[in-house]
């Protein structure tokens, strides 16, 4: 076995006079906002082994502890200090610390992360006798890692665990040799206080970098397509996108905390000399990211700028909504070339800034992988919706140089998690260098340069057949990682059925967020699920919509219905239902059917005309594999989960039953 410690951290920014951690911050205007360079895969996957066919360990130290650190505020142009819960340790920048190291890994391999857990006494958790769907235990914390197909139970992906003030525990992740390759991330997720430790910056990517070909028997990992040749690099980049909801507070005459805000605006301000922090769920909350002014930071940076690309080359984004509870729809645009320079103006409107330089047409490009997990094929778009838990994988290449902006653009207010309009936002800048390309087609150069690498990276006696895939509307066939369910049959396949509804009710004060009619109980458990069987899961919504998101055993998409019954989760297929006049059709479900994932929107778009509920029906098909045990489903909106939209989840061996729980 070979040990392998890594500290790792993917962008390293080309900036100068940051402090360290618990200096005091620089308050001058940016003089260069931050550039994050890229990689080659083969850069990664050589940093983890050499090439070596061994497996490994992987070993982390993450402490947890309070962070002073700053955040750039476009508005103010100058730093906020802040003082948030935050990871210290292995691969932590120092120029950016609100946000988890990247893991990097490979199938096969055991990762191991030693949490200590630092963070000062909780006094209130230990006494805590009112219900547990009530935010509190901040200072405790656990680890999740998302997407991961590894045993639930014990000192591995085991969310049921609490890790107290001053304890320290080694989390233990053995990845099968027959895991997925793909973008997966990590987070705490100990219930009552997972959104305001994710809020926090308390997430991270963890990469399993794949080095498997496809064989006339198997299919292989998209990593062995991607290795460099003389032509393309594909180079790639992690973007993790966080949104860190800090606010600068004071005491009222009444003695309660009150955030301040910007009289004219309602926006959060920080003055001078205060300190963002994040001690409160009124942080959290339906508008509350909209109303805070903050931008979504990428890498921890924000407003950070992706250097050096070059027109022609085809770069790998790796990209991960680790934020708590705000849709992301990204898009990227030329700017002007005579736009103002960030660094020269205030962003009090960034919806103003997008409409007046970001002019060009969005520009393409293709999704490869949904939530870790190679599509069936190389989808084209313009647009890359992102839920809370979301992760794609695309392919971006530019025909033209010059600075582009990366924004989020509105979305159909049924589609966003708040239910409402919202502005544009930006996100960041693209610099691409190099030559025009005349009269360019995105999926033509994507074919060619694809089928070209591999006539040079697959086996002999795969390269026909891949070429033939690629060649016949992208396909990725040979590269998803499951066997496809989606054509089972009942009669040759004995199919089991689940249910879940998703519900607030808004009448109980506090609100309860409910699960098939139930709030989460620690010691219930909702669901028993025989090991081996195969099932299909009808996904609905009461009231407003959330992600669902299960742990361990990801599903495939059969279908996704929307109120009058079309199956809008086809290639081509137009969502617009329920959109307000002057609202672009809903884009985030066509193309998915047949899709795997571990994270899906669960729509409810309020009503229709006619005031009959708008509800969305979701069908998908998963297989509980391997593993045994007590785990979790919940709500992706992580202030929902901690005020109890959760359920505990139990595989058990088939036509049996646990004997810690008997029959349920």
């Known amino acids: 076995m070979t040990l392998r410690r890594l500290s790792v951290s993917l962008f390293l920014p080309l900036v100068a006079a940051w402090p360290v951690m618990g200096q005091e911050p620089d308050t001058r205007v940016l003089a260069d906002p931050p550039r994050l360079a890229a990689e080659t895969g083969d850069d990664a996957l050589s940093r983890l082994t050499a090439l070596a066919p061994a497996s490994g360990e992987v070993v982390f130290d993450l402490g947890i502890e309070y962070v002073t650190n700053q955040i750039w505020d476009p508005v103010e142009r100058r730093y906020d200090q802040v003082r948030l819960r935050g990871y210290t340790g292995d691969g932590i920048d120092p120029k ?187 942080q959290f909350g339906p508008g509350s990211w909209d109303k805070s002014g903050r931008f979504t930071s990428i890498n921890g940076h924000v407003l950070p700028t992706l250097a050096e690309m070059r027109t022609g080359e085809i770069e790998r984004l790796r990209m991960i909504h680790a934020g708590v509870r705000d849709t992301i729809r990204l898009q990227f645009l030329k700017r002007d070339e005579n736009a103002p320079q960030i660094d020269d103006m205030s962003l009090t409107d960034s919806d103003s800034y997008i409409g007046q330089h970001c002019t060009g047409e969005p520009v393409d490009f293709h999704l490869i992988a949904a939530d870790g997990l190679t599509t069936g094929r190389a989808m084209r778009t313009t647009d890359a919706v992102f839920q809370p838990g979301y992760r794609w994988d695309a392919l971006v290449v530019f025909d033209t140089p010059g600075t582009y902006c990366a924004i989020d653009e509105r979305i159909a207010a049924s589609a966003a998690v708040d239910g409402a309009a919202q502005a544009r936002k930006l996100l960041g800048f693209i610099e691409v260098e190099g030559a025009p390309i005349p009269d360019f087609d995105a999926d033509a150069h994507l074919t060619a340069e694809l089928a070209a690498a591999a006539r040079i990276n697959m086996p002999a006696d795969m390269v026909d057949t891949v070429v033939a895939d690629l060649e016949n509307g992208l396909s990725l066939a040979r590269f998803v990682p499951h066997h496809s369910l989606a054509g089972l049959s009942p009669e040759t396949t004995e199919i089991g059925e689940q249910h879940l509804t998703f519900f607030i009710d808004t009448s109980q004060s506090p609100l309860l967020f409910m699960i098939d009619g139930k709030p989460y109980e620690p010691g219930r458990i909702d669901r028993q699920l025989p090991l081996g069987a195969v099932e299909d899961w009808t996904l609905t919504s009461d009231f407003v919509s959330h992600p669902f998101h299960i742990h361990v055993n990801p599903f495939q998409i059969l279908e996704i219905l929307d109120p009058n019954g079309r199956d809008v989760s086809a290639a081509g297929a137009v969502d617009d239902c329920c959109t307000q006049p002057g609202e672009a059709p809903d884009p985030q479900f066509a193309g998915l059917k047949g899709v795997w994932k571990d994270t899906l929107w669960v729509k409810n778009a309020g009503a229709m005309p006619d005031g009959t509920p708008a509800r969305y029906t979701m069908r998908v098909r998963t297989q509980y594999r391997r593993y045994i045990g007590e785990f979790v489903l919940h709500c992706h909106i992580l202030d929902h989960e901690d005020q109890g939209m959760m359920q505990n989840i139990e595989i058990v061996l088939p036509q049996g039953h646990s004997a810690a729980h008997g029959n349920h």
Do not use: K
Request: aromatic letters at 10%.
């Open 96 to 282: 950016a610390p609100y946000v988890g190291p990247s893991i990097y890994a490979r199938p096969g391999d055991t990762v191991r992360v030693r949490l200590d857990n630092r963070l000062p006494e909780d006094l209130l958790c230990d006494n805590w006798d009112r219900s547990p769907n009530i935010p509190h235990c901040f200072n405790t914390t656990n680890l999740h890692s998302h997407g991961l197909w590894v045993n639930p139970t014990g000192n591995s992906d085991n969310v049921l665990l609490s890790i107290s003030p001053g304890v320290t525990f080694e989390y233990e992740y053995n990845i099968p040799p027959d895991h997925p390759a793909g973008t997966f991330w990590y987070h705490p997720h100990r219930h009552g206080s997972t959104a305001l430790q994710v809020g926090s910056g308390m997430a991270g990517a963890l990469v399993l970098t794949g080095d498997r070909a496809p064989t006339p028997e198997s299919n292989g990992d998209i990593d062995v397509l991607l290795r460099p040749t003389e032509t393309q690099p594909f180079r790639e980049r992690l973007m993790v996108f966080l949104q860190v909801p800090y606010a600068c507070t004071y005491t009222d005459a009444n003695g309660n905390s009150q955030i301040r805000t910007d009289p004219d605006t309602g926006r959060w301000i920080c003055p001078r000399g205060s300190v963002g922090t994040i001690e409160s769920y009124d």
